[in-house]
């Protein structure tokens, strides 16, 4: 078996698996790896503390959820009036269960950029005619990079918000490039023409969660009319 998959991957013999089904494979262990490695990590270093999650996250929260914001004024100074939205299902799960199962829970979600950037990249190299076990082998390797970087280790499991809606961004710029790719030009106008408006939507969600995300949001603007 492991013969077989060796030769099916490395050799140019992909009969066994179409393209999209070892895209969807190869996603499937990226999520699924990413995540136990992110859960494992915030289970080790505990709870958030730091000065951000003193200061706004985890109290924006309960000031949406117990309608506390026309009674404490900049009780959080500025970050008072950040989107809380990021930041309920973190307190939700410290009230309901403990702050170790929700950093746990953030991590997973983190963990979901992961699978983003390797579509990403996956995309970008096909569409420069990389064969398809070079562009599933480089894909990972971009992937662990991304992952293995020292701040993206350092915000694992906290309130941060930035690796949380980056999976949105990354995710919106996955279907940008699906879209403007040569794989997708011999698909329907309609198909791509929804594509374009998933990565709008998904990308927005990101700034609206988030509004240093706001950049990459011109920028993909910018890039649909080059």
């Known amino acids: 078996l492991l013969h077989r998959f060796y030769n099916t991957v490395f050799s140019g013999d992909h009969s066994m698996l179409t393209e999209k089904q070892w895209l969807i ?15 494992w990590l915030a289970y080790s270093v505990g709870q958030d503390a730091n000065f951000d999650f003193y200061n706004y996250p985890f109290y924006n929260a309960y000031s949406f959820l117990n309608d506390r914001f026309w009674f404490d004024i900049q009780a959080a100074q500025r970050q008072n009036y950040f989107n809380p939205f990021p930041d309920i299902p973190f307190y939700w799960l ?29 995309v970008l190299l096909r569409s420069q005619s990389v064969r398809l076990p070079i562009a599933l082998l480089v894909s990972v390797l971009i992937t662990a990079v991304a992952v293995l970087a020292p701040l993206n280790f350092r915000l694992v499991g906290t309130l941060t918000g930035d690796t949380t809606t980056a999976m949105l961004v990354i995710a919106g710029l996955a279907c940008f490039a699906m879209a403007m790719s040569q794989t997708a030009a011999g698909q329907d106008r309609v198909i791509k023409q929804w594509m374009f408006g998933f990565a709008g939507l998904l990308v927005g969600l990101g700034v609206g969660l988030k509004l240093t995300n706001g950049p990459f949001a011109v920028a993909l603007v910018a890039c649909g009319f080059l």
Do not use: K
Request: charged share 5%; with cysteine.
């Open 25 to 39: 494979v190869w996603v499937c262990l990226v999520t699924v790896a990413v995540s136990a490695l992110f859960a």
């Open 94 to 122: 410290t009230q309901e269960f403990d702050s170790t199962v929700a950093s746990m829970a953030y991590a997973v979600v983190q963990a979901w950029h992961a699978p983003a950037v390797f579509i990403l990249s996956f």
